[in-house]
């Protein structure tokens, strides 16, 4: 067996994205969006830099940090309910978790790299950059296999129609305004494309009787007849226990969560008597 290689990163991306939720698979370059490559103060970085400024696109060689294993069969979170081979897909299961993205380059700043929409989270490290050359980079006509036919099911118009009840509504709302959490774009492209189980969707059905989809640290809970999807609520991931335990450190919207349950008390999340 060959010895591994051993790589150190160039830099880190600062996106503000620190949930995989908030990266869509695929950015969308309308979006009024940038993020910032911020490079090693390494000896000679600076020079390495040098003719980057006047390339509106570049390839960043990155790592999934939170990937902890591989998959040799995976559940894309597009398409029909199909595994595939990891190898196909764009999954951050793989052998060697690395992955590379063709982002817009908006200006250079000494180390700092202004970018465009990207799908990176929040700390990604970089293990290189190089230059997107359209002419050898691009190839339009090129077959793309199981994603040709996932992508024309995305371009047609949405299967079900999403609606709100008015105490999704009031919370959806309250976050939006009080917190500035709105994952409702996100919610409503998800359960109007497929609102049927799935565990890379983080869709499922609870015991209680309504589905569930994970939304970053929210769910939602909805219901479906026919083609029309009601969002009946919407409750916080975490326990109750784990927002009051000390030692816990980091939660995402952490504050929210507790605000949110102290107008909106959910006894599922509430401890259980021992």
Not at 105 to 130: F, N, S
Not at 155 to 161: D, H, T, V
């Amino acid at each position: 067996m060959e010895a591994p290689f051993t790589f150190r990163p160039i830099g880190h991306v600062r996106s503000g994205k620190d949930l995989r939720f908030k990266a869509r698979h695929q950015p969308d370059e309308k979006d009024a969006e940038s993020s910032v490559l911020e490079l090693e103060p390494w000896p000679g970085m600076r020079e390495s830099v040098r003719d980057l400024e006047g390339m509106e696109r570049i390839w960043i060689v990155w790592v999934f940090h939170r990937a902890e294993s591989w998959r040799p069969l995976v559940l894309p979170p597009r398409g029909p309910a199909q595994r595939r081979g990891v190898l196909s897909t764009r999954s951050p299961h793989r052998p060697n978790p690395i992955g590379i993205t063709p982002v817009r380059l908006l200006h250079v700043e000494k180390l700092r790299l202004h970018l465009g929409p990207c799908d990176l989270l929040e700390g990604t490290p970089v293990l290189d950059i190089k230059p997107y050359v359209p002419s050898y980079d691009s190839f339009p006509e090129a077959s793309a296999g199981w994603i040709d036919a996932v992508d024309a099911l995305s371009r047609e118009a949405p299967a079900f129609r999403v609606a709100f009840a008015p105490l999704a509504r009031e919370q959806l709302d309250w976050l939006r305004g009080r917190w500035a959490v709105d994952f409702e774009p996100r919610l409503v492209e998800l359960l109007s494309r497929d609102p049927s189980p799935h565990r890379t969707r983080r869709i499922r059905t609870r015991r209680d009787g309504p589905f569930e989809i994970g939304c970053g640290t929210w769910k939602a809970l909805f219901a479906v007849s026919g083609s029309e999807v009601t969002v009946g609520s919407i409750e916080p991931s975490y326990p109750v226990r784990f927002l009051t335990e000390a030692w816990r450190t980091g939660i995402p919207d952490h504050d929210a969560m507790l605000d949110f349950l102290t107008r909106w008390p959910c006894p599922a999340l509430e401890p259980r008597d021992p």
